[in-house]
Structures are given as C-alpha cells and as structure tokens.
C-alpha cells in the first residue's frame, strides 16, 4: 500500500519537476516567467499535436517505438520553445513587463491546449503511450527496489537527469555563474562583458522546453494517452515549488516528490471531501512558510535572484 | 592610426523616449488593436477555412451587439472586469506586483456567502446586504494585507506571496463548500437572500451603476489626494519617497487595505449581483485578466474603462464567431491571447525608439576602404 503509494508519488512529481526545473533556470536569468503554466499547456498541446501527425502519417499498424516516442517530444519542445521565445521576444527585446507578459502568455496556452487538444485525433495515442511508460524489464511481481526504482517511463529518468545537470550547471561551470550573474545583476553582468539578452534568451528557451516535457508526461504517460486541459494548476504548483526548493534544481527532486505526495494523498488515504481540500492546500502553506522564512532570516544563499521581474536596459541608470 | 579596425556601427539601435505626445501613443495603441483584430481574423480563416475571415468580423460584432441580452452582457461583464481591475491599479501604480486579485475576490464572495448561509432570512434582505458589503471587504482586505505587511516588514516577495493566496482562497472555499453542502457534490445551489433587486426589469443595472462610481472615485483619488500622490511617488522611486518623509511601509499597507475594499467590493458584485451562487472558479480567471486590463490603460481609471470594454468585446465576440464558424470556445482564449500579446508589444514603441544607421555616402565608404 504505502509502496504503491510511493511509486506513484515518484512517477507523479516528474510533471512538477519538469515544470520547476524550467522555471528555476528561467528565474535565475532575471526572468519571472508567469507563463510557465502556459507552457506547459503548449508542452502536452505540441505533443498531441506530433502524436496525431505521427499516427496520421504511419497509420494505426505502424507505430513503432522511436517514431512514437521522438516525434512527439520534437513537437512539444518546438511548440513550448516557441511560447518561452513569445516570452522572451516581449521581455528582453522589447522590455515590457515580466508579470504581464506572462499572464498573458498562461491565458494563451491555456486556450492553444483546449483548441488545438479538442481537434486532434486520438486514435493510436494509447499504444503511443505504451511506448513512453515502457519500463525496464522487472517482470510481473517486481520487489520492492524494482518496483520503487526501475519501473517507471523513460520520461521519469530524463526528468531527474535534467534536474541534476541543471544542478552542476548553475552550480559549478562558467555558464551558470554567468547566468546567475545575469540574474542578480545585468548591469554588472554587461559590464563584464556577458551578454545579457543572450543568456536571458537561451535560459528562458531551455527553460520552457524542460517546462513543457511536463506537459506532455501529463498526458502521454499519466494519463496514458487521454487528453485533458487542466495542466495550468499543474504549473502554477511548479512555480510554488521553485520557491519551495530555493531555486536549487537538485532539491527540487525531492519536493517534487513531497508535492505530489500531499497532491496523492487523498487517494490513498479514506478522508471526508472537505479534509482532502485542506491536504490539497497544505503545498501553498508550506510555499508561504518558506517564503516568508527565507525573506525573515534573509540568507544570501536563499534569496530570489536580485533582479527578478525587472526587465534590463543598459542606458537606464 | 587610421587603419585602427572599428567596429561598424549596429544596423539599428534603441533609445528610450523621454515623453511621447499622447496623441502619437494612442495612434500606435489603436493600430495595434486595429492589427491584433486583423490577426485574429487571420488566425479563425487559417484553423477555419477562407470564408471565415469576413465571418470574423460580422460575428465579432454580431456576438456583442446583436441582441439587447448581448449588450447588456457586455457592460455587465466590463463592470466586474472594471471593478477588479480598479482594485489592482494602486497597488501596480506603486510597482506592488499583487498578482493575487483572483485569491481576493473569490474571499470577498466567501465573505457573502457566509454573511447569506448565517443571516440569510432573518433579517431583511437590504439590510443583509449591507452586512454582506462589510463582510466581503472584511474578507478580502485580510487576504490583501497578509503580502503586503510581510512585504513592508521583510521585503518579502509579494508577486509569489500573492500567487500562493490565490490558491489557498480557491481551496478554502471549495472546503467551506464541502462544509455546507453535506451531500459532496461541491455545488453550493443558488442562494435565496441577499440578491440585488432588478432595476427596470433588467439584471446587473446596480452593478454597473457601482462600478461605474467607483471609477469616478478612483479617478480623483489618484488625480486629487495626497494618497494618490504619495503611492506613485513610490512607484517612480522608493528612495524618492522616502527622501520627501514619505512612510514608504505605511503607504504600501494602506494601499493594500484600499485593493482589498474593491476586490470584496468586486466579490459582492460577483455572487451578490451576478451569478448568486459561489464555486472556487466563479471569478474564472479574472483576477488575471484585470491586471492586464489595468496595465493596458495605465492605470488610469478612464483608460481602464475603455480598456476592459476592449477586452469584453473581443472576448465576446471571439466567442460567437468560435460558434458561427464551429470551431470551439477556446478559439477566443487564443484570438484575446494575441490580442494581448500585440498590446503589451506594442508599448515598445511607445516607451522606446529604433533609430536606424544613417546610410553613408558612396564617397565616404570608398574613402574608408582606402584607410583601411
């Protein structure tokens, strides 16, 4: 029971740590991206979208594992890349405002998901997600170690890799002292010679493409298949969880799990509709909490990046 | 020293503008709205065949003003999306970024609801009301100065602060609904007391009337108070403010008691004057929207009028056309999505300037090479 528990908490937290991963690399250039629950709509929409073409281009007999599984991770990084770049061409070309932009962004891909996943075709889209939650081979009563470590879909892992190249990324190379930089203070950074459009642009793309991989485990390997439009709260969760994790990607696979577990919990444990609402609530008390504990004890190590929401122009002063 | 390799000046480079004439920036406002309706238009014939480009526009104005019911639509719609959109405007002014106005609304209404679910019946129907107008703004005002004192007292984050509020109000009244409705379905049926009279025979007339005073309201305090003053002297500059003696923390606060009044204001307005009833998505989105609406007219209140009615009419009419054309109700997310996108782009141009490089005669270049 608690096993099962687990397991699904584990393949669950993948959506938030796609989702908080994203959003963390596009905050740390300086960018408070609101759109990332846009995104990751665009995300599960550009999935959907590959998997129909790809259904309708092979028929329901040829589907086969590498076409299934690439075209639509093609089409969902290509159509969330193009939501972070609708971003980024608004806040750091044209400097307009980073809360505004965002929600408009969030309304956009919100209304993209329902459209564009309404039209599609959906049939072949189970056998395509049986490509992606094809595990390792641990046969039919797996033990305990199987079932927690080695029996999820290839998108579970590439999540946890991400996460921890983030990590070494932002922590230990050039690049992500520069991006960190960038984030706490493009002036300084400019004036050292980074270019700051450049590292803003390319970390709010990879940012949006990691975020839309969320998007699009939501539909294809969650749900196996069916289309949903709800992911938005999905991605409003992730932002919580960027603060929750204080911008760290590698903590933020553990909280991910803890978020999906309080977002589980009441499936597995027999409580009253109203008790469930409030476990439902518990992962935005918490984000408050340290929200507010991160601002109160203000260590520098936990702080937001200095210059997030503002957008950057080298003759203002 | 003349064969010194410069590099060659950019094709274009941007300078911001000290002030545009305001004739000259709403010109480029109105064609951007004027291109956002032209892609639009574009958008419903490439996802709907030729034909629909010229159904675009007839349907657009079909959906908003084709019936009486339409119509009135449209102004009750614009008042709420007013209404919220006043209540986020002071605190953007001071460049607080309460993205949180979903979250204060849904608890003005909670605040309704129980004023209804507790006095409903007992005490005559205006003077409930009243206690509901009170109860609605006890309400939101808590919600809207919990981020606004940690953000004076501790600098805390306020656009995340907020965002979580949001979230934590949308449970809370999905929960108190639990609790009142013993059955679990979650659906809080309509409520007996506590409605607004029709004016005329018409729903929602008090409602606009509200609005359409508070506008006035809002326009003068931040045209004539010191208030309204003193909270873009924040906005320009906080260390300005704090120079001139202003209490920077003082008017943070009470800037946010002042969103929180209109946003139970505006919660009042949604359960007691509109839809009766109450669901942790009645505000549907409109907290956000306001923002923009707010951003797009400058905050001020005029402009927002104009703006939110904007807003309703495309939204409106995107939505008829999505049902002449038989292509969905999320078509008119996507068609306001780039209305928004165009709007808020559009401000580029009037806040900053592209100078292009002057082009060099042939004689100098050549003169140049020779240098080189």
Known sequence: MFLAFLQSSIRFSTIFLFGSVGETLTEKSGNLNLGIPGIMCMGAAGGIIGASTYVEAVGTSGIEAWGATLLPILFCLLFSGLGGLIYCVLTATLRCNQNVSGLALTTFGIGFLSFFGGRAKTTGFSTISNFFTLSFPIGDSPNWFETLFLSYGCLVYIAIIIAIIAAIVLKKTRIGLNLRAVGENPATADAAGISVTNYKYAATLIGSMIAGLGGLFYIMDYLGGSVEYSIDKFGWMAVALVIFTVWRPNWAILGSILFSMLYLLPNYVSVSFAEREVIKMIPYLVTIVVLVITSIVSKRESQPPASLGLSYFREER | ?372
């Open chain 2, 1 to 372: 020293m003349t064969n010194v390799k410069t590099d060659r000046e950019p094709l274009f480079r941007i300078i911001k503008r000290d002030n545009i004439p305001r004739g000259k920036a709403w010109v480029i406002r109105i064609a951007a709205v004027v291109i956002a309706i032209l892609v639009g238009a574009l958008v419903s014939a490439i996802l709907a065949g030729g034909s629909a480009f010229g159904a675009f526009f007839s349907g657009l104005f079909d959906g908003v003003f084709g019936t009486p019911r339409r119509i009135l639509n449209l102004f009750q719609n614009t008042a709420i999306l007013l209404c919220i959109a006043l209540a986020v405007a002071p605190a953007f002014k001071m460049r607080f970024w309460n993205i949180g106005a979903e979250g204060q609304v849904l608890m003005g209404g909670l605040g309704c609801v129980v004023c209804v679910k507790y006095l409903g019946g007992k005490i005559d129907d205006n003077a409930l009301i009243f206690v509901m107008f009170i109860m609605s703004v006890a309400f939101s005002v808590v919600w809207s100065v919990i981020p606004a004192i940690f953000k004076a007292k501790w600098r805390t984050n306020e656009t995340l602060f907020t965002l979580m509020m949001n979230y934590v109000a949308m449970q809370l009244v999905a929960l108190s609904i639990f609790a009142w409705v013993p059955s679990g379905s979650g659906v809080l049926g309509t409520l007996e007391h506590g409605n607004f009279p029709n004016v005329g025979g018409y729903p929602y007339i008090i409602n606009i009337i509200i609005v359409a005073v508070m506008t006035v309201l809002m326009f003068l305090y931040f045209r004539f108070s010191k208030h309204g003053y003193e909270l873009s002297v924040v906005g320009e500059s906080e260390n300005t403010a704090k120079y001139v003696g202003i209490n920077v923390k003082k008017v943070i606060i009470r800037t946010m008691v002042l969103s929180g009044v209109l946003c139970g204001l505006a919660g009042l307005l949604l359960v007691g004057g509109t839809s009766f009833t109450l669901a942790s998505d009645t505000v549907d989105g409109r907290g956000f929207t306001a923002i923009l609406v707010a951003w797009l007219g400058k905050f001020s209140p005029p402009a927002m009028a104009f703006t939110s009615l904007l807003y309703v009419f495309i939204d409106q009419g995107a939505k008829n056309v999505a049902t002449g054309v038989g292509i969905g109700d999320a078509f008119s997310e996507i068609i306001t999505g780039i209305f928004f996108f165009l709007v808020i782009g559009c401000e580029f141009f009037i806040n900053y300037k592209i100078k292009f490089r002057p082009r060099k005669k042939k004689e100098e270049n050549s003169v140049e090479e020779v240098a080189a």
